[in-house]
């Protein structure tokens, strides 16, 4: 009988760790958006963002609530971008022309709020959401 045991709590063991480990494993659930590019243009500064929907659900739109800082670390301005759908694992470029801002006093870009998120649970772009930048400029939410 101690046998059985001890061979039903082994087995009862490789299970649960197999299912541990396929939880580490399994990718998490997120909307990645990435700061890309910054380039000065006839209006202002052209921003440059690349998205990836991962989240469980396609996203029928979405926009973002950014706050630009100044070299003094103060709010420059802040302005909602509306980057429109995001299907499920599929990768999007969206451009915005920004007047009136100049790049290079642009030194921090935040996503402060995601004001529209069709598609997904209520919270979940902001919940889920990782940010990242390609250019020497930091970009958080």
């Known amino acids: 009988?101690?046998?059985?045991?001890?061979?039903?709590?082994?087995?009862?063991?490789?299970?649960?760790?197999?299912v541990c480990?396929?939880?580490?494993?399994?990718?998490?659930?997120s909307?990645?958006?990435?700061?890309?590019?910054?380039?000065?243009?006839?209006?202002?500064?052209?921003?440059?963002?690349v998205a990836l929907n991962q989240l469980?659900?396609?996203?029928?739109k979405v926009s973002f609530e950014l706050?630009?800082?100044?070299d003094r670390n103060a709010v420059a301005r802040i302005t909602i971008l509306d980057f429109r759908d995001l299907p499920q694992g599929k990768k999007r470029v969206r451009q915005f022309d920004m007047p009136h801002?100049?790049?290079e006093s642009v030194t921090r870009i935040l996503i402060?709020?995601?004001p529209v998120c069709d598609g997904p649970a209520?919270?979940?772009?902001?919940?889920?959401l990782v940010t990242r930048s390609q250019i020497s400029v930091p970009f958080e939410g």
């Not at 910054?38 to 440059?48: A, E, I």
């Open 1 to 18: 009988m101690t046998i059985r045991f001890a061979a039903a709590a082994a087995g009862l063991l490789m299970v649960v760790a197999g």
């Open 21 to 29: 480990q396929a939880q580490e494993t399994a990718p998490a659930a």
């Open 67 to 70: 706050a630009f800082f100044n």
């Open 122 to 128: 209520a919270g979940e772009c902001m919940k889920g």
């Open 31 to 49: 909307l990645d958006v990435e700061l890309n590019a910054l380039v000065p243009s006839q209006k202002g500064c052209m921003m440059t963002f």
């Open 56 to 60: 469980p659900a396609a996203i029928n």
């Open 101 to 103: 801002v100049k790049c």
């Open 112 to 114: 402060n709020d995601t």
